[in-house]
């Protein structure tokens, strides 16, 4: 694989090799398994002597050529691709934690994250202590003798806080932890974080990487040894990525950087026109100097992101007449699509929780969560302003 210097020509040119029908744009390799030219080739390969696919479980090249691509965004030494972001997350604690060890990790974390630090994990003995995004300098507190792993998300979801990458690598290297970054929301493209100490970066494909709402993926990169277990337990468990979406990931990739560029030029124009309207009481956008985290997330992010987040004045009720007034922008679950997606969390995804279980996440009842598509932005805007006038 030739590395290049610059993101967006790696995302393009990054390939997997050429078959002897000399295609220019990468084929799909809709193969289950592999053939082999002999026993002493077949043997070979099994003991790993040579780098071969062998079985699609283990690797095939549409899989390869988007691993490949995300390992060079993201800095890393390698990577394994998955079938969903949880895929990833959940083969990852796998393969590199032990029954008795002890997470440490943000309270905002995605909710199927949370079901398995408090459902899941625990079955095996493994048990996490949370620590909240504004108490992030009280960490040492919740660190214990037995803490393996430190894991975070930013910017986190739905509050759009942002971590501190650099002071959390810090802590992690002080007490000998691997530091584990979900960096979905941030994409390579705008955050590394293998540059300020992770060890582990893993992402959910299936949104700003895919970008257009089409399939569902994961992957895990970082270090070398790391990945190794990840990829030994991953290849025993299976949860690997299909060719097909693999194919249509690494295609995506190739856009990747004009695409979040264009989505954080759209959501910050929102963000803007939020923060003066008279019916919004807070917004929360990572490169709006009101953001209580604007100088770090200046430090460690190149633009702000596709999310934000607005408290409407009115509560609950406030945000289910504004999501019903919309007539474009989408309702949906997903984000990180070319379609502009507005949620409510407080009356659907989190409307289990309790309020105060809400809160600590930082979910008011007027929060709404909009993720900034690619339509033109007087559309975009246009829509939420009579949304808001309803
Ligand atoms: C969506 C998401 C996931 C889970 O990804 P899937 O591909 O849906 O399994 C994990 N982390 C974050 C931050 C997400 O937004």
Not at 126 to 148: G, H, L, P, R, W
Not at 316 to 334: Q, T, V, W, Y
Request: charge should be neutral; include cysteine.
């Amino acid at each position: 694989m030739t590395a290049y210097k610059n993101f967006e020509t790696g995302a393009i040119r990054t390939q997997t090799e050429r078959s002897q029908y000399s295609e220019h744009s990468t084929p799909l390799f809709a193969t289950s398994s592999f053939v082999f030219d002999d026993a002493e080739d077949m043997r070979a390969s099994f003991a790993e002597e040579k780098q071969k696919n062998l079985y699609s479980r283990f690797s095939n090249p549409n899989t390869t050529e988007f691993v490949d691509k995300v390992v060079a965004m993201e800095g890393a030494e390698g990577g394994y691709a998955f079938s969903t972001g949880m895929a990833a997350i959940f083969s990852t604690f796998g393969a590199l934690l032990s029954a008795g060890d002890h997470i440490v990790a943000c309270r905002s974390v995605f909710g199927s994250t949370h079901t398995l630090f408090t459902k899941y994990l625990p079955k095996w003995n493994i048990e996490t202590s949370y620590f909240k995004v504004d108490k992030a300098n009280q960490i040492e507190s919740v660190i214990q003798k037995n803490t393996k792993i430190l894991y975070i998300e930013t910017p986190t979801n739905p509050g759009v806080d942002i971590l501190d990458l650099e002071y959390l690598g810090a802590m992690a290297k002080k007490h000998n932890l691997l530091f584990i970054v979900d960096n979905c929301f941030a994409t390579p493209y705008l955050q590394q974080p293998i540059k300020f100490g992770a060890d582990v970066v893993i992402h959910s494909a299936t949104k700003l990487m895919d970008g257009q709402g089409r399939v569902l993926g994961g992957v895990a990169v970082g270090q070398k040894e790391l990945i190794r277990e990840i990829y030994l337990f991953s290849r025993n468990t299976g949860p690997a990525l299909s060719p097909f979406n693999a194919w249509v990931l690494s295609k995506s990739l190739e856009t990747l950087a004009i695409r979040v560029e264009k989505h954080c030029e759209n959501a910050l124009k929102v963000a803007e026109y939020l923060e003066q309207h008279q019916k919004v009481n807070v917004v929360k956008y990572p490169f709006l100097a009101s953001h209580p985290q604007y100088e770090v997330a200046k430090k460690q992010m190149k633009l702000g992101g596709n999310i934000v987040a607005f408290e409407l004045k009115g509560g609950i009720e406030a945000g289910r007449k504004f999501l019903n007034n919309l007539k474009m922008c989408s309702l949906s679950a997903n984000l990180g699509d070319t379609r502009t997606i507005v949620t409510h969390p407080a009356s659907t995804t989190h409307s289990k929780l309790s309020e105060a279980d809400r809160l600590e996440v930082g979910i008011t009842n007027g929060l709404v969560r909009v993720s900034v598509g690619l339509e033109h932005i007087s559309d975009i805007i246009n829509d939420l302003e009579s949304a808001l006038k309803a």
